[in-house]
């Protein structure tokens, strides 16, 4: 066999078992997609495995009637822009000083953001405080806890790190100060490092479950999850009430199904567009802590 | 270069001062919007409100915020519906968040924060065993001598040994009562059995455990369902745990709620049932069942989604559930088998044990009251009054008009559950079975009659059997200390679970009784028994 073709056998293999990986991954998927379009009574017999049964789109349509979706919906995308914006920005304003070796406290600095990464804070005095500072039932609630993770600072002091300093010393010949130096010459080359972490913000503002469940009172400001989580209660206890929906064609189940899409697939359809700047950062602020 | 990054720059900055005025607006609107409006005031309050004039209406309502279990229904806002539904009736009135509840952990996650910040609500619903740490620090209000006065309703209506179990859990030794419990004079929970599977392979109700065994053999061989599929049948089986299987268990005389034993009175003193001898009658019994493939060989892997849809695809022949909310239940079987007729199954008799249901009438704690002023706490014990009013009973059942119901040809006709609609009906928290059964008889149509009668017969039939009031009604949950495995019921999970699928053989039973006794089920036996003494003088 030449190597050639021993080559392409290996590759042959290598994409058949990603192939079938990928698809044990999608079968949990696939499964809730099917749930949802779905007939409810096959559904309450367990039928559905990867096709639905008896197709229909009723759960979608009754889901898509709801307000308080879309107006979850619409909370939960206006405070995962805001907040992602909000986030990179004071992230590379408070990563890029901690790269130069001529900030003197930069170490004391990382040492105590470090720190908050190993001993979180207690959840009643970070209660109290946020309470205090007038966020309980605020939307900003969900924007400002949030603003820098100490992980994602390291990954960006990390890629500025490794920028090559002629490219500031040339700037600094210029007469560029840090500001501009930071705003005109680093950032615009830290795309790679932007899109990746973006991206984890935007995920974490997105999931975000604990902050609304425990400072958002007014059923009106909940986020997507938070509303979610209510929705799949209906559907959980009904060991506890008796829900009978018997003259429609969806069921608990499908609707709670078609909920989970509906808050998935936004996040889920941001993955392609930043797939390649997303691969070249996550390597990138992985060389060295 | 340079533009094209200014550009960016100035991009953000316009974008993100919009976004944050836009959420300005929006939260603006969200807190307008919690105003009543003429607007949210639905016509059809108007004609509960002509009806409640006569009784007097107050010109300025007390209001009071409550937490109590939400499943995924709207909240009740200020201005909201069920907040004028008692305004106009009482003079209170009611708020209700919609906190998530999550099996009670989301519910929790909120209350423990709030609770620190000694920012709780006028009066709650104190879940998972919380109360005992409420009542140590006294930040609940003695109901002693507020409830015969605003709440008679409450104060006779439950029985005073009640009142003097729950007194006997106030750690000062003052006897002050601190909660309002949730009663059920009823058993809640049974067995059922596939009536037609029976009629069809013609047998008759199993009464002793040779005739449950002949009962699961026949629907384990034969085509019960008659489907054609001689071997789709499955005779009985539960959910992960042991869980909704007790029917296995309370013909040898254990005590068990939902798979999970109780504190009963064995030769003489109150014990754990799961380190019992009946307890090991039982667990040998079901592990024949098991290994003679009688039961689900998938009981211990079954999550109520899966259990379910066994139960709807007309595939299990006897399960254990809670009668009153088995109308969907026996519909969703008749999607698949009309002929579907479910029958309480009475507990069968077994030498040498008496089979009994230890029926706890105590349920839970379900309301308890933080209000700071003499007014608020006042019209919390007015709401709780007029909600165990007997006679409010069927009004409070059919909600609000227009939300809950709707009049046709005179007649209140409740509408279909739809949680995006509709604001939770405030219940008693008082409940008997002759109130449970009028409901049904109240609001029985002639098409579903059929189903109405076939679920009032399995409650009614349920009661009839053998019940011992349990003794350890109202047992606080500081009977525990910090030994919370043993309140979590681990250790006897395992080891039931291992011995009935054969992995272990029965006589590690005796292990775990040792075991369990040594990892801290003296000391709570020891406090158990110290607590029951002191209720019982």
């Given at each position: 066999m030449s190597s050639k073709t021993q080559d392409r056998l290996i590759d042959i293999i290598i994409y058949m078992f990603l192939a079938i990986l990928a698809f044990i991954m999608l079968v949990p998927l696939l499964n809730v997609v099917s749930t949802s379009l779905s007939h409810g009574t096959a559904v309450d017999r367990g039928e559905i495995y990867i096709f639905p049964i008896e197709p229909t789109l009723a759960s979608w349509s009754y889901i898509f009637k709801e307000n308080r979706m879309w107006r979850s919906l619409f909370i939960t995308i206006s405070t995962t822009f805001i907040g992602v914006v909000n986030s990179l920005f004071l992230t590379s304003l408070t990563a890029y000083p901690l790269a130069k070796k001529e900030f003197k406290i930069g170490k004391v600095m990382m040492v105590t953001i470090v720190f908050t990464m190993i001993f979180r804070a207690p959840m009643i005095p970070y209660f109290l405080t946020l309470r205090s500072l007038g966020l309980y039932d605020s939307i900003f609630v969900l924007i400002l806890p949030h603003a820098i993770s100490a992980y994602n600072l390291i990954i960006m002091r990390t890629f500025f790190k490794q920028l090559p300093d002629e490219l500031e010393e040339a700037a600094k010949i210029e007469g560029c100060g840090y500001f501009q130096m930071l705003f005109r010459i680093v950032i615009p080359n830290s795309k790679a490092v932007l899109a990746t972490l973006g991206l984890f913000y935007a995920v974490a503002q997105w999931n975000q479950f604990l902050h609304p469940i425990l400072f958002i009172k007014s059923s009106k400001m909940f986020p997507l999850q938070l509303l979610l989580r209510q929705m799949v209660d209906g559907t959980e206890e009904i060991d506890m009430v008796d829900i009978v929906m018997t003259t429609m064609v969806y069921n608990e189940q499908t609707v709670k199904a078609a909920a989970v899409i509906f808050a998935m697939l936004p996040i889920m359809m941001v993955y392609p567009f930043i797939q390649r700047y997303f691969v070249k950062g996550a390597m990138l602020g992985s060389v060295k802590g | 270069?340079?533009?094209?990054?200014?550009?960016?720059?100035?991009?953000?900055?316009?974008?993100?001062?919009?976004?944050?005025?836009?959420?300005?607006?929006?939260?603006?609107?969200?807190?307008?919007?919690?105003?009543?409006?003429?607007?949210?005031?639905?016509?059809?309050?108007?004609?509960?409100?002509?009806?409640?004039?006569?009784?007097?209406?107050?010109?300025?309502?007390?209001?009071?915020?409550?937490?109590?279990?939400?499943?995924?229904?709207?909240?009740?806002?200020?201005?909201?519906?069920?907040?004028?539904?008692?305004?106009?009736?009482?003079?209170?009135?009611?708020?209700?968040?919609?906190?998530?509840?999550?099996?009670?952990?989301?519910?929790?996650?909120?209350?423990?924060?709030?609770?620190?910040?000694?920012?709780?609500?006028?009066?709650?619903?104190?879940?998972?065993?919380?109360?005992?740490?409420?009542?140590?620090?006294?930040?609940?209000?003695?109901?002693?001598?507020?409830?015969?006065?605003?709440?008679?309703?409450?104060?006779?209506?439950?029985?005073?040994?009640?009142?003097?179990?729950?007194?006997?859990?106030?750690?000062?030794?003052?006897?002050?009562?601190?909660?309002?419990?949730?009663?059920?004079?009823?058993?809640?929970?049974?067995?059922?059995?596939?009536?037609?599977?029976?009629?069809?392979?013609?047998?008759?109700?199993?009464?002793?455990?040779?005739?449950?065994?002949?009962?699961?053999?026949?629907?384990?061989?034969?085509?019960?369902?008659?489907?054609?599929?001689?071997?789709?049948?499955?005779?009985?089986?539960?959910?992960?745990?042991?869980?909704?299987?007790?029917?296995?268990?309370?013909?040898?005389?254990?005590?068990?709620?939902?798979?999970?034993?109780?504190?009963?009175?064995?030769?003489?003193?109150?014990?754990?049932?799961?380190?019992?001898?009946?307890?090991?009658?039982?667990?040998?019994?079901?592990?024949?069942?098991?290994?003679?493939?009688?039961?689900?060989?998938?009981?211990?892997?079954?999550?109520?989604?899966?259990?379910?849809?066994?139960?709807?695809?007309?595939?299990?022949?006897?399960?254990?559930?809670?009668?009153?909310?088995?109308?969907?239940?026996?519909?969703?079987?008749?999607?698949?088998?009309?002929?579907?007729?479910?029958?309480?199954?009475?507990?069968?008799?077994?030498?040498?044990?008496?089979?009994?249901?230890?029926?706890?009438?105590?349920k839970r704690p379900e309301w308890m009251i933080t209000a700071d002023t003499q007014e608020k706490i006042i019209a919390c014990l007015t709401l709780l009054n007029y909600l165990n009013d007997p006679e409010n009973y069927v009004d409070l059942e059919y909600g609000a008009q227009g939300m809950h119901h709707v009049v046709k040809d005179g007649k209140k006709v409740m509408l279909e559950q739809d949680n995006t609609k509709m604001e939770c009906r405030f219940r008693s928290n008082i409940i008997s079975e002759k109130q449970i059964v009028n409901r049904m008889d109240e609001s029985k149509t002639e098409e579903d009659a059929w189903k109405w009668d076939m679920v009032k017969n399995l409650i009614l039939d349920t009661n009839a059997q053998p019940t011992i009031l349990s003794a350890a009604n109202g047992m606080p949950s500081s009977v525990y200390g910090d030994y919370a495995d043993i309140r979590s019921h681990t250790m006897y999970k395992e080891y039931m679970t291992r011995i009935v699928i054969g992995e272990w053989s029965i006589d590690k039973f005796d292990e775990f009784v040792e075991k369990w006794h040594k990892s801290g089920g003296e000391e709570v036996t020891k406090n158990v028994r110290k607590w029951y003494a002191a209720v019982k003088k």
């Open positions: - | 270069m340079e533009k094209k990054l200014k550009r960016s720059l100035a991009l953000i900055t316009v974008i993100s001062i919009l976004s944050a005025s836009m959420i300005g607006c929006t939260r603006g609107k969200v807190a307008d919007s919690q105003e009543p409006t003429g607007e949210k005031e639905p016509n059809t309050t108007k004609s509960d409100s002509e009806q409640t004039k006569e009784a007097g209406e107050k010109a300025e309502p007390v209001e009071i915020e409550v937490w109590n279990v939400n499943v995924g229904e709207l909240p009740t806002e200020k201005g909201g519906t069920m907040y004028n539904y008692f305004k106009e009736r009482i003079g209170v009135a009611p708020t209700m968040p919609a906190i998530p509840w999550n099996g009670g952990e989301a519910y929790l996650q909120r209350f423990r924060p709030a609770m620190a910040a000694n920012d709780l609500p006028d009066m709650f619903l104190p879940h998972g065993g919380i109360e005992a740490t409420i009542i140590e620090n006294k930040a609940a209000v003695n109901l002693k001598d507020y409830l015969p006065k605003y709440a008679p309703n409450v104060w006779e209506r439950i029985p005073a040994e009640i009142w003097d179990v729950i007194a006997a859990a106030d750690p000062s030794g003052e006897g002050g009562i601190y909660y309002i419990p949730m009663i059920k004079d009823y058993v809640d929970h049974g067995a059922y059995i596939r009536q037609d599977w029976l009629d069809n392979l013609g047998l008759d109700m199993p009464k002793t455990r040779n005739q449950f065994v002949d009962v699961l053999k026949a629907f384990r061989d034969q085509d019960a369902n008659k489907n054609g599929d001689p071997d789709d049948e499955i005779p009985t089986g539960g959910r992960e745990g042991g869980s909704w299987m007790d029917h296995l268990f309370t013909p040898f005389g254990v005590a068990i709620l939902a798979g999970k034993p109780g504190w009963e009175i064995y030769e003489g003193e109150i014990t754990y049932a799961g380190v019992t001898k009946n307890m090991r009658s039982a667990i040998e019994f079901i592990r024949y069942l098991y290994q003679e493939k009688l039961m689900d060989q998938e009981t211990f892997f079954n999550k109520k989604k899966e259990w379910d849809a066994k139960l709807y695809s007309d595939r299990v022949g006897i399960y254990y559930h809670m009668p009153e909310y088995a109308a969907s239940r026996i519909e969703k079987m008749r999607n698949t088998n009309p002929n579907a007729e479910v029958k309480a199954l009475p507990i069968f008799d077994v030498e040498g044990y008496d089979g009994v249901v230890s029926k706890k009438v105590l």
